[in-house]
Nanobody
Framework: QVQLVESGGGLVQLGGALRLPCAVS????????MAWYRQPPGKQRELVAA???????NYADSVKGRFTILRDNANNTVYLQMNNLKPEDTAVYYC???????WGQGTLVTVSS
């Protein structure tokens, strides 16, 4: 009954911004390290950002300075704030619970030039 639900995806222009929430249920969210991955069309899934239970973060080089991962333990939600979006950011974005090894179903982000 563990479930991760991503939302907030959509079509944006170059330079735009999106905030993706991932709502987690059926898990002890506060002790779980969380991550965001993405899979561009025709490409392999890759790590975008990660956050530990203590709030330590790391990012892929391609998104440093543009994306921010945040967690709200009171609401069992992890967010990916994406700023200054580029066409190469187009992908299905997945939330991942590193503690339980559970994936969300993904949300599509499309960035037009």
């Amino acid at each position: 009954q563990v479930q991760l639900v991503e939302s907030g995806g959509g079509l944006v222009q170059l330079g735009g911004a999106l905030r993706l929430p991932c709502a987690v249920s059926g898990s002890i969210f506060s002790i779980a390290a969380m991550a965001w991955y993405r899979q561009p069309p025709g490409k392999q899934r890759e790590l975008v950002a990660a956050i530990t239970s203590g709030g330590s973060t790391n990012y892929a080089d391609s998104v440093k300075g543009r994306f921010t991962i945040l967690r709200d333990n009171a609401n069992n939600t992890v967010y990916l704030q994406m700023n200054n979006l580029k066409p190469e950011d187009t992908a299905v974005y997945y939330c991942y619970d590193r503690y339980l090894a559970v994936w969300g179903q993904g949300t599509l982000v499309t960035v037009s030039s």
